[in-house]
């Protein structure tokens, strides 16, 4: 499974663009990347996946360059509910075991 | 239900007593698993089941640890004669046959080993 490496913590302020980039230097031909945001006492949250290029949905954008070796989370316009840990992910979902692995994470806090 | 049901939501145990922890997936989704979270920390991959395969129990972390998933939907997560290192959130999450479609997870259950 590929390593991710992301910065263990990030400062922002309600209004501005947060934008968490992820390393992952091995990614393998196969892997998806995933993100998922955690508030505290409760379960991870799916927020965008993709494989290459760009994805956009309705709460983040995922920017994936042609090498795939890293990828940004781009959080428009953040509020206070913001604040969470965000987890960058990669994995092959149909590969053997299926399963994604969680990293440390990154620790955003939104302040006003 | 709507999203994966976790019971109990917060559990308080003696040291070498036996858990067991319960997760109710989204119906309708063939994979399971469960990750452990201790305070502070990310997430540990535990268990996988998806479908009728046999599940991947290669992140159980001794075999104090087991978990079985009864007709293809509820899931027990066992823990035999608990340690205080095994406190910490169990989460369990769901998805639709590949985590390709992304995991829903529960809020987890939160175990406290005295």
């Known amino acids: 499974l590929a390593k991710t490496t992301q910065p263990i913590s990030m400062d922002s302020y309600e209004g501005q663009e947060v934008n968490i980039t992820c390393s992952h230097n091995?990614?393998?031909?196969?892997?998806?990347i995933t993100w998922y945001q955690q508030f505290p006492s409760q379960g991870p949250r799916f927020i965008i996946q993709?494989?290459?290029t760009k994805v956009t949905n309705e709460v983040a954008s995922l920017f994936i360059p042609a090498d795939r070796k890293s990828s940004t989370l781009s959080l428009p316009r953040v509020s206070l509910s913001d604040t969470a840990v965000y987890y960058c992910?990669?994995?092959?979902?149909?590969?053997?075991?299926?399963?994604?692995?969680f990293g440390g994470g990154t620790r955003v806090l939104v302040k006003p | 239900g709507a999203g994966v049901s976790q019971s109990p939501s917060n559990k308080v145990t003696e040291k070498g007593k036996d858990v067991e922890l319960r997760c109710d997936p989204i119906?309708?989704?063939?994979?399971l698993y469960w990750y452990r979270q201790s305070l502070g920390q990310g997430l540990e991959f535990l268990i996988y089941?998806?479908?009728?395969?046999?599940?991947?129990k290669s992140g159980l972390p001794s075999d104090r640890f087991s978990a079985e998933r009864t007709g293809g939907s509820v899931s027990t997560l066992t823990i035999q004669r608990t340690q205080q290192e095994d406190s910490a959130v169990y989460l369990c999450?769901?998805?639709?046959?590949?985590?390709?479609?992304?995991?829903?997870f529960g809020s987890g259950t939160r175990l406290t080993v005295v």
């Open positions: 999450a769901s998805s639709k046959e590949a985590a390709n479609y992304g995991y829903t």
């Open positions: 091995n990614i393998a031909t196969n892997d998806y």
């Open positions: 993709g494989y290459k």
């Open positions: 992910l990669v994995g092959d979902p149909l590969g053997a075991g299926n399963k994604l692995t």
């Open positions: 119906s309708g989704h063939t994979a």
């Open positions: 089941f998806q479908g009728n395969s046999a599940p991947d």
